[in-house]
C-alpha cells in the first residue's frame, strides 16, 4: 500500500487532521474520512457539479482537487450552508418553498455554487444565472424552479 | 362520492422532505455504511459478444486486500435474474440476464466478475488485473441487422409481437391517401444524478438478509429474490433511503443487487457496491431505440382509416426484469388520441450487443408520440389540410368514451381510456398559447430569414395500473400521523403528496404526518413507484384509508361527547361540532389516547382500470443554419390530470419531465461503434440538458376528466412532461427549414441537422 499522507484542512471553520492516500479525492476525503456526506459525488470527471465546494473562496468540483492540495485550506461545505442551526440560509429557504429540488442529490452543489454567484453578483440576470449554474447538472427539476429559488434569494439578500 | 371535500387537494404546500435535504442531511446509498464492510467491485465484458474461453483471476487475488473473488462457478447455484411476477414469459426466459456471465458475454459492460475487498480502491485496482480471455463472436449492434445467435440454437430475435384489430386489409384498400414513413428513435436513458447503489447486509441471528438502496419497487423486487433466492418472504427485506432520481431505470433488480446479497451471507461481512459513471452508462437500463416502418390510410376528408406499423425494437443484450413491456407498451398506445378504425402492429423483438433495454419514462410512448405525430404531420402537408384542424377532425371526442381499443390477440390486454375531452383541451391550449398570434409572429419572422418553427405533439398517457394498494394509518397520543404505505419515492414528492391527501381526507394540518416508504419489513404489500402509479395508486389507497380513520373518529367522537356522528367535522386534528369554532371539541389525540386500540385504520383502493391522462405538447424552434443546432425557444405544456394534488410538485413533475425529452429529441444519445463499443459514457458524451439551454417550460393543467376509478379523479403526472416532446420538437424543426418531413430520427443532434440541410 502506498503511503499515507497526512493533512489539515479547515471545514466550515472546524478544523480536521485526517490521513488520506496521495491519489486520493477531496470529495472521497470529505465525504469517506471526515463523514461530511453532505457532499456529492455524481460523476468523478467535473461534469456534474454534484460534488462542488469551495477552497479559499473559489467554487471547485471537490472530485478533481486532491486532497493533499486542500492542505491548510479553508472549505466551505454545504453542512456549513445554514447559519445557525434552527435558521437556514436565503438560497436554502426559497429552494425549499418553490421547490427547487426534487431528489436533492444534486441540490448540495448548487446550492453552493449559487452561494457563489450571489456574493460575487448580488443582483444576477437570468441569463448570469443559467451560465453561472451551466455546470450544474439536475435531472430532476428541469431547471425552472432552481433559477426562480435563486432570483427570490438574491431579491431577499439585496433587501436585507 | 364525487362530493369528497378537496380543500387542500390542488395547494402548493411545500415539501416535507426537503428540510434534510437541503441540509446535506440526504441519506443516499453512498451514504450508508456498515461496521466492517466490504466493497464490491464489478470486472465487467469489455467485448460485445464474445466466447469466454478462460478467466484469469490470480494476479488480482493476490493483492492485499482482497477477500474474494467469484466468477459465475461460484455462484452457479443462482438462477438468472428473473422477470417480475406479472410480466413472466416463458418464450422469453432463456434470454435472462445471469447473475455474472456464464460462457458467453453479450455487451460491452457484461458482469464477468466480482472482487470483494477491503477498501473499494483495492477492488478496483485488483479489476485492472483480471484477465478475461474470449473467442470473439459476431456482433449485432442494430435491431435492423439479420438477426444471429443469442445462443447456440437460440435466434436473437426473441419474439415477434403483435397486436391487431379491424379490418386493416379493407383500410388501406379503401384509402384515398396513403402515407409512409421510416423513423427511429435513439437510445437513451433516465441517468439519474445519482448513480445506482447497493448494500447486503445479513443478519445471522435472524437469518434476515436486507439489501439497502433498493428504490422504485420495493416489494416486487423482494418478491422476486424470494424466488430467486429460495428463502421465504420475511427473510429478506429491502429498505429505500433517499434516492437521486429513478425515471424507470433506477431501482429495478440488477446483477449487482443479487450480488451484494449473496456474498453479504456468504462472506459474513455487509458488502457496499457503489456503481460509477461510465459503469453506469454502459450497465444501467437503457430505451427508447426503435426503428419504425409505418403507414396510415385516410379517406378524401383527412379521416383515419387505418395505420400499420411494422418496427424494430433493440433490446440489447439480454431481456431484463419487464419482459417485453416496452414494445408491447409502444404498440397500444401507438394509436393515442386518435380513432383508428384498423390497426395491425408487428415488432420485431431483437437482442443486440448493447446494453440491455428496458422502461424510461414513458416507455413506449414518448416513442409512438413521435411515430403517431410525424403522421399526423405528414398527412396535413399532403392533403392540404392545415395540422390542427386535421388532428382535431380524428381525436376521439367525449362523448366515445369511454373508449376501448379491443386486440384480436388471445392474451394481449385491452385497454379502456377511462374517460376525457381531447378537443376541449385543444381548444383551451390554442386559447392559452394565442395560437394563431404566435402562427403569425413566426410567419413574420421566418419571412424575414430567420429559421425559426412550431410543432405539436397530443397524447394520451396511462397511469394508476391496478390491481391494489393499501395504507395504514394511525394517530399517535401527541396527535402525530403516521402514513404507512408500500410506496416508494424517487425524488417526486411521494411523502408530501400522500399527507397532502392525507390531510385533506382526514382533516388534519400536513406537517404533522409522517410518511414511511419503501420499507418491505413494516408492510406486507406495496405496488412502488412506476408508470406514474403512485399518485394514483397509493394515494387513492391513503384517501380511502383516511377516510375510514375519519369514520371511526367521528363515531368514537359521538360516543365520548354524547353526539350524533353525523353532526360532527374534524378540523386541524380536532373533532367539532359541524361549522361550530367554540362548543364541544375533542382532538384526534385524546382520541387515541381514550380509545383502547388507540386511533388507527387500514384499507385498500382496488381497480382493475387504468387512469388515462392526455396532454398536447408545443415547441417552438429556432435553427441555426451555420452549425445546425436548435434552440429550443419555447415548450409549452398542456395537461389534463384529472385532480390535481399540489400544483407545485406536478409542475415539477412535468418540467423535469419535459427538459428530458429535450435531451432525447436533440442531444443525447448512446452510441456504439460497429464492434459495439459504447461511445457515451461520460457526461461529455452523453450530453443531458444544461441550464444555458433549457427554455422556461410553460405549463397549462386542467382538471377536466376525473378518473371515475378512483374516489378523487386522480391520474397520474410523471411522465406526461415528456411523453410529446420528440414529437413536437420535429415538427417544429420542420417547419422552420421550411422542409416537411425532414425529421425522420430523434435525437436531431447538430450534425444531422447539418446532414438534412446541406441535402436539402
Ligand atoms: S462528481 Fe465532481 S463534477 Fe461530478
Ligand atoms: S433534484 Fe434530482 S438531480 Fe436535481
Known amino acids: 500500500m502506498t503511503k499515507r499522507s497526512h493533512i489539515s484542512l479547515s471545514v466550515n471553520g472546524d478544523e480536521y487532521e485526517t490521513l488520506c492516500e496521495p491519489d486520493q479525492s477531496l470529495v472521497d476525503v470529505l465525504r469517506n474520512e471526515l463523514e461530511l456526506t453532505g457532499t456529492k459525488e455524481g460523476c468523478s470527471t467535473g461534469d456534474c457539479g454534484a460534488c462542488s465546494i469551495r477552497l479559499d473562496g473559489d467554487l471547485v468540483c471537490s472530485c478533481l482537487v486532491l486532497a493533499v492540495e486542500a492542505e491548510g485550506k479553508e472549505i466551505e461545505t454545504i453542512e456549513g450552508m445554514a447559519p445557525k442551526s434552527d435558521e437556514l440560509h436565503p438560497l436554502q429557504r426559497h429552494f425549499l418553498e418553490i421547490n427547487g429540488l426534487q431528489c436533492g442529490i444534486c441540490t448540495p452543489g448548487i446550492l453552493i455554487a449559487a452561494k457563489a454567484l450571489l456574493e460575487k453578483n448580488s443582483d444576477p440576470t437570468e441569463t448570469e444565472i443559467r451560465f453561472w449554474l451551466a455546470g450544474n447538472l439536475c435531472r430532476c427539476t428541469g431547471y425552472d424552479k432552481i433559477i426562480r429559488s435563486v432570483q427570490a434569494a438574491a431579491e431577499e439578500m439585496r433587501k436585507g | ?760
Request: glycine share 10%.
Open chain 2, 1 to 760: 362520492m364525487a362530493t369528497q371535500k378537496k380543500d387542500l387537494l390542488g395547494q402548493r404546500l411545500t415539501r416535507l422532505e426537503d428540510p434534510p435535504l437541503i441540509l446535506g442531511q440526504g441519506n443516499y446509498a453512498a451514504d450508508i455504511n456498515f461496521p466492517n464492510q466490504l466493497h464490491m467491485r464489478i470486472v465487467r465484458s469489455p467485448y460485445a459478444h464474445a466466447k469466454i474461453t478462460s478467466i484469469d483471476t490470480a494476479e488480482a487475488a493476490a493483492i492485499s486486500g482482497i477477500v474474494k473473488i467469484w466468477t459465475s462457478h461460484d455462484i452457479a447455484d443462482l438462477p438468472p435474474i428473473d422477470f417480475r411476477a406479472d410480466k413472466s414469459s416463458e418464450e422469453l426466459k432463456p434470454f435472462r440476464q445471469n447473475v455474472l456471465a456464464t460462457d458467453r458475454v453479450r455487451y460491452v459492460g457484461d458482469p464477468v466478475v466480482a472482487i470483494f475487498a477491503e477498501d473499494p480502491y483495492v477492488a478496483e485496482d485488483a479489476a485492472d488485473l483480471v484477465v478475461i480471455n474470449v473467442e470473439q463472436l459476431r456482433v449485432i449492434t442494430s435491431a435492423d441487422d439479420e438477426p444471429g445467435e443469442f445462443d447456440v440454437g437460440l435466434s436473437s430475435e426473441a419474439g415477434l409481437l403483435t397486436h391487431t384489430y379491424g379490418d386493416v386489409d379493407a383500410a388501406f384498400a379503401a384509402a384515398d391517401t396513403v402515407i409512409e414513413l421510416d423513423l427511429r428513435t435513439g437510445r437513451h436513458s433516465g441517468v439519474p444524478m445519482e448513480t445506482r447503489g447497493a448494500i447486503g447486509v445479513y443478519d445471522a441471528d435472524e437469518d434476515i438478509l436486507k439489501l439497502y438502496g433498493a428504490a422504485k419497487v420495493p416489494h416486487r423486487n423482494r418478491d422476486t429474490l424470494v424466488r430467486m433466492l429460495g428463502r421465504d418472504e420475511d427473510k429478506i427485506e429491502l429498505h429505500e433511503g433517499h434516492t437521486g432520481g429513478g425515471f424507470g431505470i433506477r431501482g429495478e433488480l440488477y446483477p449487482e443487487d443479487v450480488l451484494v446479497l449473496v456474498a453479504a451471507m456468504r462472506l459474513g461481512r455487509s458488502v457496499k457496491w457503489i456503481e460509477d459513471r461510465q459503469e453506469h452508462m454502459m450497465a444501467a437500463n437503457q430505451g427508447r431505440n426503435q426503428h419504425h416502418l409505418v403507414k396510415i390510410a385516410v379517406d378524401k376528408d383527412g379521416m383515419i382509416l387505418g395505420m400499420e406499423d411494422e418496427f424494430f425494437h433493440d433490446q440489447g443484450g439480454y431481456v431484463r426484469t419487464h419482459g417485453a413491456n416496452v414494445p408491447n407498451r409502444t404498440m397500444c398506445m401507438l394509436t393515442g388520441a386518435y380513432n383508428v378504425p384498423a390497426y395491425r402492429a408487428l415488432c420485431h423483438f431483437r437482442l443486440t450487443n448493447k446494453t440491455p433495454a428496458a422502461t424510461y419514462r414513458a416507455p413506449g410512448r414518448f416513442e409512438s408520440t413521435f411515430v403517431r405525430e410525424r403522421l399526423m404531420d405528414a398527412l396535413a402537408v399532403k392533403l392540404g389540410i392545415d395540422r390542427i384542424e386535421l388532428r382535431r377532425r380524428n381525436l376521439i371526442t367525449s362523448d366515445q368514451m369511454p373508449f376501448s381499443l379491443n386486440f384480436d390477440e388471445p392474451g394481449v390486454e385491452d385497454m379502456e381510456i377511462d374517460n376525457g375531452d381531447y378537443p376541449q383541451l385543444l381548444d383551451k391550449a390554442l386559447n392559452w398559447l394565442k395560437w394563431d398570434e404566435m402562427e403569425a409572429d413566426l410567419e413574420r419572422r421566418r419571412a424575414a430569414g430567420e429559421m425559426v418553427g412550431s410543432g405539436i405533439g397530443v397524447f394520451v398517457e396511462e397511469s394508476g395500473k391496478g390491481p391494489s394498494d393499501g395504507a395504514r394509518i394511525s394517530v399517535d397520543e401527541n396527535g402525530d400521523i403516521e402514513i404507512l404505505t408500500g410506496g416508494a419515492s424517487l425524488g417526486q414528492g411521494f411523502e408530501t403528496t400522500m399527507a397532502q391527501i392525507c390531510a385533506n381526507a382526514l382533516g388534519v394540518d400536513y406537517q404533522r404526518i409522517t410518511v414511511i416508504h419503501g420499507q418491505t419489513n413494516l408492510i406486507p404489500y406495496g405496488i412502488g413507484a412506476h408508470a406514474a402509479r403512485a399518485t394514483v395508486m397509493t394515494g387513492s389507497a391513503v384517501n380511502v384509508t383516511a377516510l375510514t380513520l375519519r369514520t371511526k373518529a367521528l363515531d368514537l367522537a359521538a360516543e365520548m361527547l354524547q353526539l350524533p356522528a353525523d353532526s360532527l367535522d374534524i378540523v386541524d386534528g380536532t373533532v367539532i361540532v359541524t361549522d361550530k369554532s367554540s362548543g364541544p371539541s375533542i382532538t384526534l389525540a385524546e382520541i387515541a389516547r381514550r380509545n383502547e386500540e388507540g386511533l388507527a385504520a387500514e384499507d385498500f383502493h382496488k381497480t382493475k382500470e387504468s387512469a388515462f391522462p392526455y396532454g398536447i405538447h408545443f415547441a417552438v424552434v429556432k435553427v441555426d443554419p451555420e452549425t445546425g443546432s436548435i434552440d429550443v425557444e419555447r415548450f409549452m405544456v398542456a395537461y389534463d390530470v384529472g385532480c390535481m394534488v399540489n400544483e407545485m410538485l406536478l409542475e415539477g413533475q412535468l418540467v423535469g419531465g419535459c427538459i428530458q425529452g429535450i435531451g432525447g429529441a436533440l442531444y443525447e444519445e448512446f452510441v456504439y461503434s460497429d464492434e459495439g463499443e459504447p461511445m457515451a459514457v461520460t457526461f461529455a458524451d452523453y450530453m443531458i440538458p444544461t441550464l444555458d439551454r433549457v427554455p422556461t417550460v410553460e405549463c397549462m393543467i386542467t382538471e377536466d376528466a376525473p378518473s371515475p376509478h378512483n374516489l378523487l379523479g386522480l391520474k397520474g403526472g410523471g411522465e406526461g412532461g415528456i411523453n410529446g416532446v420528440g414529437a413536437a420538437i420535429a415538427g417544429a424543426i420542420d417547419q422552420a427549414v421550411g422542409i416537411p418531413g425532414a425529421i425522420t430520427q430523434l435525437p436531431v443532434t447538430p450534425q444531422r441537422m447539418k446532414e438534412i440541410l446541406n441535402n436539402s
